[in-house]
Nanobody, 123 residues
């Protein structure tokens, strides 16, 4: 399984961005797709996850109500819609695939990772 995250950039506080995670390879082996982020000198933080088949979702407490995960199975793509962005949302955002865990929230539960995309929110 290969993942490619895109859509990052520079945005002012209060603005919006939509990240995309394009997935290729053996997609039948996917159970969950998740988004994580990592700011400089910070630990990687769980953002949101979606089940590949049923579309159930879960998100981190710090982003609830502002960041929404969705998927388009026909395009093998998962999206992260980010609204009302804050400077503290600045980080590199990564998407990842878990082959067996349902709605996993810890990074060790994920099997495949893509390269991140930088999101910078200016105040």
């Amino acid at each position: 399984v290969q993942l490619q995250a895109s859509g990052g950039g520079l945005v002012q506080a209060g603005g919006s961005l939509r990240l995309s995670c394009a997935i290729s390879g053996l997609t039948s082996s996917i159970r969950t797709v998740g988004w994580f982020r990592q700011a400089p000198e910070e630990e990687r933080e769980f953002v949101a996850a979606i089940s590949w088949s049923g579309g159930s979702t879960t998100s981190g407490d710090s982003v609830k109500g502002r960041l929404t995960i969705s998927r388009d199975n026909a395009k093998n793509t998962v999206y992260l819609q980010m609204n009302k962005l804050k400077p503290e949302d600045t980080a590199v955002y990564y998407c990842a695939v878990a082959g067996s865990r349902w709605l996993a929230r810890s990074d060790y539960e994920y099997d495949y990772w893509g390269r991140g995309t930088q999101v910078t929110v200016s105040s």
